[in-house]
């Protein structure tokens, strides 16, 4: 037998397992393009040598508040590697770490206890104050130019100083995360309410020339979210890349950098398609919305199989939830809609459902966009096979919705080979780190693109 060797588990007993599969399997391991991993004294520099910015311990000379936000774990940010030369450039400004709050933003996720803060911001988070967002709270600090109000958590709206630390990862609503989107997960819930239901997603396309985008960027100046620190991993969740400075000067040039090293072909004629959702398999939730994408180009008849840890089980999003939605879920979906709805936009918006009818190509001043369309639009003949390795999800019914759930890989393995009428040869795509990848094919124009944003 060969064998398929992945890592899961992210946060938790992260870890690499292998699954053996037929020696008659044809396997293509589709990995990342990412550089080399970057060491400690890189990771300094870049803090050091910031975009558009002065050096934090300069910009936070005379601030007595600051505030770190850090995305939750439904993201693979490493944000401990950083919180100990943020700390230190903070206590040359004459900030103690006691000063110093660290407040993990997950918007309308889960409420996540506060050893997901030192989870994610490593050992030296024990020196701050650990706060993690509550999205029924929030002080008005603002509004957008989009007619948005930026309702921020209590603990922004007091701060003199608001960094964010984050990465930057294909996003179906907004092409790139990352950016100002860390402000996202600190906003109050009828401020997420504005921005996913006042703007058109980008459906799976890779552009940051997008309303939703536009307005986050507002936001982030209105709430004084001017200095931030990026970090970019590979297929293993270790940095390869690291920039810090205004995340309006640089975050264009990071989703540039993103689209070329996570760069992965589609499926092409591939009659088994793998995607592991790790690193964001911390939940079924997420590991659905983020790790799919793969799944929906292939080959009608193809076998599909999603991969996913899941120790946190189900999982949560407020917004769209998985199984797990409230009575009459789809009502008040209209009504969220409804809420946010300007008259002076409805014609803009009949518009533009008109032309979305028609391929329509980006401009080449922004990041290209992908070919990977809005999720479910390519039939399916085949079920996804959703396997939960080392008793992951306990909580989860194997029998779920839309997805035959199994934690025996073999038996997944003999479901695939009936579902293949038990050819001897099959060809298999496995993306190793499906939410990160992005499924896009460039142009001339695009290629000249990447090449100017990432030199």
Known sequence: MNEIRLRVGAWYEDREIALPVPDDWDVDIRRPATPAP??????????????????????????????????DLTRPTPAGVVIPYLLSQLRAAGIPPAAVTLLMGGGT????????????????????????????????????????????????????????????????SVGFGGGSKLLLGVLQ???????HYGHSSVGGRYSLDNDFRGDLDEMAVIAGMRWTVTLHVD?????????????????????????????????GDAD????????MDVSLTFARSKGLAPLHQERCGASRILIAACPE?????????????????????LLRRLSVVKTRTLPAKALSRLRRRRPVRPAASVVPAA?????????????????????????????????????????VVAAITTEQDR??????????CSPLQCLAFTGTEDTAFLAQATA
């Open 423 to 432: 050819r001897e040869r099959l060809s298999v795509a496995v993306y190793t």
């Open 371 to 411: 070919v990977v369309p809005a999720y479910g639009n390519v039939p399916a003949r085949q079920p996804v096979r959703l396997y939960l390795p080392g008793g992951g999800g306990r909580d989860l019914d194997p029998h779920l919705e839309h997805l035959h759930g199994s934690r025996d890989w073999s038996e």
């Open 189 to 195: 819930r009828r401020s997420i309410v504005g921005l």
């Open 272 to 279: 088994v398609v793998i995607a592991n959702a790790y690193p």
């Open 235 to 267: 297929a293993d969740r270790r940095v390869v890349r690291a920039v810090a400075g205004d995340p309006l000067a640089y975050h264009a040039e990071a989703a540039a950098f993103s689209l070329a090293a996570y760069e992965a072909t589609l499926p």
């Open 313 to 333: 089980g189900l999982g949560r999003h407020g917004l769209f939830p998985y199984l797990n939605g409230p009575r009459f879920e789809r009502q008040r979906h």
């Open 109 to 172: 996720h889960q409420p996540a206890p506060v050893d997901s803060v030192r989870l994610k911001a490593g050992p030296e988070a024990g020196a701050c104050r650990l706060v993690v967002h509550d999205p029924g709270r929030g002080v008005t600090v603002g509004r957008t130019s989009f007619g948005t109000p930026v309702i921020v958590d209590p603990e922004v709206a007091r701060a003199d100083l608001v960094i964010g630390v984050g990465g930057v990862y294909p996003q179906h």
């Open 38 to 71: 970057i060491c400690e004294a890189e990771i300094e520099r870049a803090l050091l040598q910031p975009v558009a910015q002065r050096p934090l311990s300069e910009v936070a000379a005379g601030c007595r508040r600051p505030v770190v936000i850090l995305d």
